[in-house]
């Protein structure tokens, strides 16, 4: 399990994340998210800023899929999932308003890696 560390910004970041979010070169967004979420452009803005004003959980480590790190947000009961690969790109993946449904996705590491590479 990941330490939580204090962050000046937010209190209390996820070290994964804290550790890999001043190297992220730049980010890209799949066809999916903008049709999953509202506003999406106002979110990324404001996972990428560690804005944790109206997230309940945020920057949430998942796990690890072979150069990906996997992370997780939550804001009115939308978990938006998001990954950083090895050459430091965030990848915002997709947003479920249904909690099973993201489990399925979460558990399918193929279809993550799939959707992060077609962005490259």
Excluded: W
Aim: aromatic share 10%.
């Amino acid at each position: 399990m990941a330490e939580v560390i204090e962050c000046p910004i937010c209190g209390g970041c996820n070290s994964h994340f804290k550790q890999l979010q001043p190297s992220i070169k730049e980010y890209k967004i799949s066809k999916h998210f903008p049709h999953d979420i509202k506003n999406s452009e106002e979110i990324i803005n404001k996972i990428l800023s560690c804005e944790h004003s109206c997230f309940t959980e945020l920057h949430k480590f998942e796990k690890k899929i072979d150069d990906l790190t996997v992370f997780r947000a939550k804001i009115d009961g939308v978990h938006i999932v998001y990954a950083i690969n090895h050459k430091k790109m965030l990848f915002f993946l997709r947003a479920f308003k249904n909690f099973s449904d993201y489990s399925r996705f979460l558990e399918n590491n193929k279809e993550i890696e799939n959707m992060a590479n077609s962005l490259l």
